[in-house]
């Protein structure tokens, strides 16, 4: 097996611990701290269940007990794809007890995906819930199983069929292992947006993923008495670490899973559950914008409205304090480990213009042009960072080690961003080729392979289109080999690639050729742009 590791050089692995951002804390330790100190205190609701942190830390063990009995030994990486359950909490720290790692995948995941990840990690295990969104997650666990030799074990929450019931799992404190990871051990593994090709794995340490955390609490003024609403699928980096689910645990106050993210259904929640703070995508903050001046649902328990992912207009991002009656922060992230926040005290220009700013003083920011300079405060300029929660490498992956972080360790994180007063960054667009779509990353790279795997499609190229709700929306321009099939056999034939859906392109566009733009040895990258300026020159001569 590939270790699964995070190293940062020694020097700065001193500095980090002895300015206290390593604590030497783990998972474990965490949980089982909390439910000593606040073992009555409810930790997390959804679904109909109430679990105090004493409940919680005995279905962690009961889990950790049940998939070491399965035959998995401490080190195993496990492909965990849940939706914002509270069984969620039981199988994740259930594998932190059992120094197993979780290998974080979306609900909206497919086949495609999944045994990437699986492969990538050398998982030996995959824990899905029966059914999500009428999406039988089973059928799905078997033909994973099928493609990916050592994933030996599929482990269903719910209704298991023939898989392992996680619900049938036994407490044996017997199979624990006594002895605990070392902080500096890889924790969980995070998947990247993937601005080139398929995604990559995000090995974070407990560490640095806990330094993150509690920074992140500070921050947001997380207290034991918040209440965390998860309304964006939590195994997301934004909604599990921002403070987010784990941020709630840490500092023992209480997590509500929604199971989906609209008003209606988070609303209710909101009042029932006095929820304090949650974290939303921009095209989400604007439905909860439209819907909350019609509701009948009390939301004065809300303080704090976070919005992330992608970037959050000026326009809307004004209208949160006066019609959802609390603060706005907006947050900018990255799975890779830099998160910027306004803070709470902010001035509401500061808060409804920038995107923030480094939580950690040891969070190194660069801003600099093509070449590699500095860029002049105010410009616009490439964002490389490295820090105390920023990883140094992703995992079993050189050309892409090569590519994205510099000699001495920087993350070249793709953003284009400029500095303004106070250190706070403004999100100006981007250097790579991703779609960044309502916060969901799509490589263009990795939609272009597919379309060219169809047989009537001699070529494509996939761009960003900016959209009115979506942020931004794909393009797929693509030209025919022979007769031009319609678009929606296209969008048919890529949903049988069994891809998350949101990778599918928005809109197809077929040319004769790319010959008008792609003059010679163009890259990809100049296609693209060309492509994305001609769709836009033609929308506004039809406009
Ligand atoms: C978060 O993480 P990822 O890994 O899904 O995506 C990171 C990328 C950033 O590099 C940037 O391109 C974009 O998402 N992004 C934003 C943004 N927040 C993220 N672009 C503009 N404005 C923002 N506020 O998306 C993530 C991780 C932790 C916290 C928050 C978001």
């Known amino acids: 097996m590939v270790p699964l590791k995070q190293v940062w050089p020694s020097e700065f692995a001193e500095r980090y611990r002895q300015k206290g951002y390593w604590r030497g804390e783990t998972f474990r330790r965490v949980l089982e701290a909390r439910a000593r100190e606040r073992g009555d205190a409810i930790a997390v609701v959804g679904g109909g269940e109430r679990w105090t942190y004493a409940d919680l830390l005995a279905r962690a063990e009961t889990a950790a007990a049940g998939f070491l009995a399965l035959g998995l030994q401490p080190g195993d990486r496990v492909v965990v794809q849940l939706p914002n359950i509270p069984q969620f909490f039981a199988v994740v720290f259930g594998l932190f007890r059992a120094r197993m790692i979780p290998v974080f995948a979306l609900p909206a995941h497919r086949l495609t995906e999944i045994a990437h990840f699986a492969r990538k990690a050398q998982a030996t295990a995959y824990v899905v819930a029966q059914s999500h969104e ?10 994973v199983k099928a493609q990916v030799p050592h994933l030996r074990h599929a482990v269903v929450v719910g209704e298991a069929g023939h898989h392992a019931a996680f619900d049938a799992f036994r407490a044996d404190p017997a199979l624990l292992p006594v002895e605990d990871a070392a902080p500096s051990d890889v924790a969980l593994v995070q998947i990247s947006g993937g601005s080139t090709g398929l995604s990559k794995l995000i090995p974070r340490t407990h560490d640095d993923y806990l330094y993150s ?53 988070a609303f209710p929640l909101i009042e029932q559950e006095k929820v304090t703070i949650t974290g939303l995508v921009p095209p989400l903050a604007l439905l909860w914008l439209q819907a909350a001046p019609k509701t009948a649902h009390d939301l004065s328990s809300l303080q704090v409205l976070q919005v992330g992912g992608a970037k959050f207009m000026p326009e809307p991002a004004k209208r949160v304090g006066s019609v959802l009656h609390c603060k706005l922060q907006q947050v900018f992230g990255m799975a890779e480990g830099l998160v910027n926040y306004t803070r709470l005290d902010d001035p509401d220009a500061v808060v409804t213009q920038t995107q923030g700013r480094k939580i950690s003083p040891d969070d190194e920011v660069l801003i600099l042009d093509d070449q590699g300079n500095a860029v002049p405060d105010g410009e616009p300029g490439n964002l490389l960072t490295r820090g105390p929660y920023t990883i140094r490498a992703y995992h079993d992956d050189p050309a892409a080690n090569a590519r994205s972080f510099t000699e001495d360790g920087f993350y070249r994180t793709g953003d284009v961003v400029r500095r303004l007063p106070g250190g706070y960054l403004e999100v100006m667009g981007r250097a790579t080729d991703h779609i960044n779509r309502a916060g969901e990353k799509i490589s263009a790279e990795e939609v272009e392979d597919h379309l060219l795997a169809h047989p009537q ?50 809109q197809i566009v077929f040319v004769e050729d790319f010959a008008t733009t792609a003059v010679g040895k163009i890259s990809r990258k100049e296609l693209r742009a060309a492509l994305r300026a001609q769709l836009l020159d033609q929308e506004k001569a039809g406009a």
Do not use: Q
């Open 457 to 506: 499609v001699f070529d494509a190229a996939v761009v960003s289109v900016p959209d009115r709700f979506l942020g931004e929306r794909s393009c797929a321009f693509i030209i025919a080999d022979g007769e031009a099939p319609r678009p929606a056999d296209i969008k048919a034939w890529m949903r049988g690639r069994a891809i998350a859906a949101f990778k599918i392109p928005d």
């Open 213 to 265: 955390i509690r920074a992140s609490n500070e921050i947001c003024g997380i207290t034991p008495e918040s209440v965390y609403l998860a309304s964006l699928p939590v195994s997301h980096n934004f909604p599990m670490s921002s403070p987010g689910v784990f941020g709630a645990i840490h500092a023992g106050a209480r997590v509500v899973m929604a199971p989906a993210p609209d008003p209606a259904t």
């Open 134 to 143: 009428g999406f039988d997650y089973r059928e799905l666990a078997d033909a």
